[in-house]
């Protein structure tokens, strides 16, 4: 799944919502796209930068979501259909991954926002 990292890194830095869903952490964010992988490193709240998430073990991640490209695909549709319409539903009803950590749930808001940016950044909508 091709999405355009930089342009993901602009809309996240800028957007409001998603920078108030994640203040204070601080970690990485390690998102699996199929082959492609992603780690979003966070400073006291603030979005540091995106680096090759294959580099990351599962130890190093604070939050883990997953999945096939074609898991990704549904999930990042613009109109997804039932269940594919944020990560934790995805993950239960249809097999996507999100690692269980302090941080998966106290940071659920900052991961639906982040859904609808990549979902906005696929679509041209950024």
Known sequence: MKIDQNAF???ARADFEFTRETRYLTGVI???FGDESWALSFANG???GITDGT???DSEANIIVGGTDGQWGALL???PRPF???IQSAAVKHGMKINVANE???YLP???RMTTLLRNVKHGKA
Do not use: G
Request: charged share 25%; glycine share 0%.
């Open 55 to 57: 580099e990351v073990p």
């Open 46 to 48: 603030a979005l540091a």
């Open 77 to 79: 549709e613009l109109k």
């Open 9 to 11: 890194l602009e809309a």
């Open 110 to 112: 900052a991961l639906n």
């Open 30 to 32: 390690r998102l699996d």
């Open 84 to 86: 594919y319409q944020c």
């Open 104 to 106: 998966t749930f106290a």
